[in-house]
Structure formats: C-alpha cells, structure tokens
C-alpha cells in the first residue's frame, strides 16, 4: 500500500527497550523494521542506554533512532510497527511501564499528523534526551515541524546520564 501521493518520504523511528536484553530487541526490531515492503533503511544510529524516564521501578533502557525512506502512509507505518512491537512480545500495561519494544514514529517527512492513535512530531521528542542525542547523530541538520532546530532543542537538553554504548 502507498500513501496518497506515492511519494517516498524520510520518517524517524524511535526504538526503546528495557526487557529480555534490550540491545538484542533493539538490533532484531532493525531487522524486522528494514524487511517491511515499503521501508529502506537510511540511517542506524547508535546504542544508547540511560535510567528510566517515568516510573524508576523498572530497568535501564536502551534506545536507538533509524531513518527510513518509505511510501507507507503515516497510519500504515504505524500499523507496521505495531505488528512489530507485539511479535516481540509486547503486552500493554501500565502506562510508562516496562517494555520489551517501543517503536515510536517521531518524525513522517515535514508533516504534523495528529490523529487519534498518532501524534506527530512525537509528543515526548523535544524533551527526551535519549531520542534527541540519537537523532542527531543520523541528521544533525534536522529541522522539527512546529519546534525548531534539533541543534536548538539538543542546546536545552541534558544528556541526563544517557551513555552511548559500544
Ligand atoms: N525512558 C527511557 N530512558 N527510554 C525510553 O525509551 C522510555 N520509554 C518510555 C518511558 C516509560 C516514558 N520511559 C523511557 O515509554
């Protein structure tokens, strides 16, 4: 499926877990991310690991951003990802709570989507450091919709902890 204008677009992935060893969830959610039909890989950037945002009762996470160029629409990439996050074991429960794969469409070319199940720019992207570092390491030039330059929003931004692993 393609969206409206068939046209291809770059969109950011976020990709987050703190279970059932993180950095293998992260590399096999790559995998499975750069196999969609649709979806060609652009950009990996690092592992990173940092404390948990939210509730502390829980483990370290690691994340990582990916830049992908595809011609799924906004809602069909989500769905994608969704489909992802489940066959790796994700089961929804508290809100902020562990989780084994969070895949979070941060960016969708230069668009603000705000739909119902999804909101983008991504709502948390401007004050997380563990979605800003990553970001910039694969597109330091970025330019957010609606909230600046990602130099800008990296300048207000504490690394907080956050450590970029190998
Ligand atoms: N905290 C960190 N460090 N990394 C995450 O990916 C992350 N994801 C979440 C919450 C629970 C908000 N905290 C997080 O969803």
């Known amino acids: 499926m ?4 068939s046209t291809t677009v770059i969109a950011y992935i976020g990709l987050g877990s703190n279970l059932q060893n993180p950095s293998e969830q992260i590399h096999s959610a790559r995998a499975a991310i750069a196999a969609l039909a649709c ?4 950009a990996f950037s690092s592992l990173y690991k940092s404390a ?3 509730p502390q009762d829980q ?7 990916m830049a992908v160029a595809t ?4 809602i069909e990439l989500l769905r994608a990802l969704q489909t992802i996050e489940n066959s790796h074991g994700r089961v929804r429960g508290e ?10 469409i941060l960016l969708y070319g230069n668009q603000v989507i705000a739909l119902p199940d999804l909101t983008v720019p991504h709502a948390g992207l401007t004050e997380r450091a ?4 990553p970001l910039y390491e694969i597109a330091p030039q ?6 600046g330059k990602l130099v800008d929003l990296l300048d207000n931004c504490p690394l907080a902890g956050l450590t970029r692993l190998t």
């Open 71 to 74: 011609d799924l629409s906004p």
């Open 39 to 42: 979806i060609n890989e652009q």
């Open 52 to 54: 948990p945002m939210g």
């Open 59 to 65: 483990p370290d996470y690691v994340n990582a951003v």
């Open 130 to 133: 563990f979605v800003l570092y």
């Open 2 to 5: 393609h969206n409206s204008t």
């Open 142 to 147: 970025l330019d957010i919709p609606d909230k």
């Open 95 to 104: 809100r902020w709570g562990a989780r084994t794969l969070d895949l979070d």
